[in-house]
C-alpha cells in the first residue's frame, strides 16, 4: 500500500516538470515552417548618400519590409489566428534552392533593385551615366553541370579562358560556338574573391549547343560624376526599387520633394520606370501605419488575364494594401503608383508640413 502510494505521489510530483518540458518545446523548438509578418519600417536617410553627404532635407522616405522567422508550435497556432500573419514551408519561401543560395538570390535581387534605382534618379536628374558590365550573375545551375559544386548561385561569372565580354549576349554567343565536352576555365568573383573552375561544356537540351549549365541575368554597374552609395544591410529582394529611387532623387535634386512628411511605400523599379507588384503588402502596411508614416505609395499593377485565370481572387497591390489599411483602421493614405512619374507627381500636390 505503502508503496503504491509512493508511486502515485512520485508522478504527481513530476507532473509539474513535464508540463514545463512540454511548455519549452512548444514556444521554443522550432517546426519545419516560418512565419511570415509585418516587419520593419527604415528611414532611407540611414542608407542612402550621394556625393557622401547624407539627406538633410525635412520629412523622410521609408522602405517597408516583411519580417520572416522560424516558426514554433506556438508562434504557428497564433498565426493561424491572425490577420497578418501567415505560415508557409521552407518550399513556398525558398523554391528548391538552399538556405545559402536563398540568400545569394535575395542579395542579387536587392543589387539589382539599387542599380535600377540609382539609374532611374540619374536620369529624372538629368545627370549623366555609364553603365558597365561586371559579368553575369548565376541565378541557378543545371544538376548536369559540371561546374555544380564549384561555381555557386549568386556568383558573377566575369570571363572564359581569359577572355572577358561586354554584355550576356556577347558571353553566351562566345560559349555556344565552343564543342560539347570542351574543357575551359571559368573566372569568377564569389563573396568579393576572385576565383577560378575548370569544367567541361555540356550539350543545352534547349537548343542542343554547347553550354555551361547556368541561369544567368547582367550584372551591371552605374558610373556617374556624382558618387551615390546605398547600403541596405541585411535587406533582401527588390521591392525597395521605388523608394530608393525617390530617396536618391531627393537627394541628387535637393528639391525637398518631400515637404516635411513621413512617407512609406514598397515596389519594383525597371530601367522604364515602373512600378512592379511585390509580395506582403498588407504586412508592409502595418509597419508603415505602426511607425506613424503619413503616405504609404502602392504598386498599381496590371492583373493579366493569365493571373486571373490562375487565381480568380487576386487584387492588385494598391487593392490588397486598401484592404489591409481598411482592417486596421488606419488615417494612412494609401496612394496608387504606376510609374516612378506618378509618385512624384503626387509630391508635387502635397502642402509643407
Same mark, same amino acid.
Given at each position: ?14 507532473? &509539474?516538470?513535464?508540463? $514545463?518540458? +512540454? ?9 519545419? !515552417? !516560418? ?7 527604415? #528611414? ?10 547624407? *539627406? ?36 513556398? +519561401? ?14 542579387? !535581387? ?17 545627370? &549623366? ?11 541557378? %545551375?543545371?544538376? #548536369? ?26 558571353? $553566351?554567343?562566345? $560559349? ?7 574543357? %575551359? ?11 577560378? @573552375?575548370?569544367?567541361? +561544356? ?20 552605374? *558610373? /556617374? ?44 523599379? #525597371? /530601367?522604364?520606370? $515602373? ?12 509597419? @508603415? ?9 502602392? &504598386? ?10 490562375? *487565381? ?10 486598401? @484592404? ?30
Amino acid at each position: 500500500m505503502n508503496k503504491k502510494r509512493e508511486e502515485k505521489l512520485s508522478i504527481k510530483s513530476m507532473f &509539474p516538470f513535464a508540463v $514545463v518540458i +512540454l511548455l519549452i518545446i512548444v514556444m521554443i523548438f522550432p517546426i519545419p !515552417y !516560418y512565419i511570415e509578418g509585418p516587419g520593419s519600417t527604415e #528611414n532611407l536617410k540611414d542608407f542612402v548618400t550621394v556625393n557622401n553627404k547624407q *539627406d538633410t532635407q525635412s520629412g523622410a522616405f521609408y522602405l517597408t519590409t516583411v519580417g520572416i522567422r522560424k516558426a514554433t508550435l506556438a508562434s504557428a497556432l497564433k498565426a493561424k489566428f491572425s490577420d497578418f500573419q501567415e505560415l508557409i514551408s521552407k518550399e513556398e +519561401l525558398m523554391g528548391t534552392s538552399t538556405n545559402s543560395e536563398y540568400e545569394r538570390i535575395q542579395q542579387y !535581387y536587392m543589387d539589382s533593385s539599387k542599380n535600377a534605382a540609382i539609374e532611374q534618379a540619374l536620369k529624372l536628374a538629368d545627370v &549623366p551615366y555609364k553603365m558597365n558590365f561586371k559579368g553575369v550573375y548565376v541565378l541557378a %545551375i543545371e544538376d #548536369n553541370s559540371s561546374f555544380k559544386g564549384k561555381i555557386s548561385v549568386g556568383d558573377t561569372v566575369t570571363g572564359i579562358d581569359g577572355k572577358t565580354f561586354k554584355s550576356s549576349e556577347e558571353f $553566351v554567343s562566345y $560559349v555556344k560556338k565552343q564543342k560539347v565536352g570542351q574543357e %575551359i576555365t571559368v573566372s569568377y568573383t564569389q563573396d568579393g574573391k576572385a576565383k577560378e @573552375a575548370t569544367g567541361k +561544356l555540356i550539350e543545352l537540351s534547349t537548343d542542343k549547343k554547347a553550354g555551361i549549365g547556368i541561369g544567368l541575368t547582367d550584372h551591371t554597374e552605374i *558610373d /556617374s560624376s556624382i558618387p551615390i552609395e546605398i547600403d541596405a544591410g541585411d535587406i533582401g529582394g527588390p521591392s525597395a526599387g521605388l523608394m530608393f529611387t525617390l530617396e536618391t532623387y531627393e537627394q541628387l535634386t535637393q528639391k525637398g520633394i518631400r515637404k516635411g512628411h513621413k512617407i512609406a511605400g514598397t515596389g519594383t523599379i #525597371n /530601367s522604364k520606370g $515602373v512600378v512592379g507588384r511585390i509580395g506582403g503588402i498588407d504586412k508592409k502596411v502595418v509597419t @508603415a501605419s505602426e511607425n506613424k508614416t503619413e503616405i504609404f505609395f502602392a &504598386p498599381d499593377d496590371e492583373i493579366t488575364k493569365e493571373m486571373k485565370k490562375a *487565381d480568380p481572387t487576386i487584387k492588385t497591390n494598391y487593392e490588397e494594401a486598401q @484592404a489591409a489599411a481598411k482592417k486596421i483602421g488606419t488615417k494612412m493614405k494609401i496612394v496608387p503608383v504606376k510609374n516612378v512619374q506618378d509618385a512624384l507627381d503626387y509630391l508635387e500636390t502635397l502642402k509643407e508640413e
